[in-house]
């Protein structure tokens, strides 16, 4: 199937290993040209060396400056940009929520749902220049459903539901599609560290 997406240029956070790593590789596949931010620098170079036409940067999505550098050089780096794919998140910690240490819920909330507006807000007015801009933002079956003992998670993906829900509004005027896929559990380094610590 053609998804069209020759020429197109995008940064997928989070896009070195899992999901997004996935994304990643249909993306050049299908003939975009594709930088991807991490915090894992040893995937990243796992991810480049496997894929030489990959653009890669370290970047910590709850971090406003980090978020900042990261657009600056993938947008220099790609010539533009036409979508961002905002992938980052955490599992957060597992438990009865009023047992939550609170500096693990912003934790949780500040990569999954605040690191996704860090990354938005600063990639508008590079979108507005494309001809077919889009944001796609990852929720979880958990921001539709909620799941117990993942509280700070469901919270954070059922905020992401709604802040895709008002970015396609706002944005939509400017021709800026934006929508929000809502996956199911994928195996991965991530839910087998949940499902270890439920265990």
């Known amino acids: 199937m053609d998804l069209q997406l020759t020429s197109a240029k995008v940064i997928v956070t989070a896009g070195a290993s899992g999901i997004g790593l996935k994304i990643t590789e249909r993306l050049l596949a299908e003939g975009a040209s594709v930088y991807i931010c991490d915090i894992d620098v ?14 890669t940067g370290v970047c910590d999505v709850s ?3 980090s978020v900042a550098n ?18 980052a998140g955490i599992a957060g910690p597992t438990g009865a929520f009023h047992e939550i240490d609170p500096n693990d819920w912003d934790r949780c909330i500040e990569v999954c749902l605040t690191g996704q507006f860090n990354c938005a807000r600063l990639v508008v007015d590079h979108l507005k220049k494309s001809n077919n801009a889009s944001i796609v933002n990852l929720s979880s079956a958990a921001g539709r459903f909620g799941f117990p003992n993942r509280a700070p998670y469901s919270a954070a993906k059922w905020g992401v539901v709604g802040f895709t829900k008002s970015l396609s509004m706002e944005l939509g ?9 809502l996956p199911g559990p994928v195996d991965g380094a991530r839910i087998q ?4 610590e439920k265990a």
Not at 42 to 55: D, F, G, I
Not at 173 to 181: L, P
Not at 193 to 196: L, N, R, W
């Open 193 to 196: 560290a949940v499902i270890q």
């Open 63 to 65: 971090k406003r400056d």
């Open 42 to 55: 040893a995937a990243l170079e796992a991810a480049k060396e496997k894929n030489p036409s990959l653009m």
């Open 173 to 181: 005027a400017f021709g800026i599609r934006c929508n929000a896929v």
């Open 70 to 87: 990261m657009v600056e050089q993938a947008v220099q780096g790609l010539g533009g940009l036409d979508c961002l794919i905002n992938n």
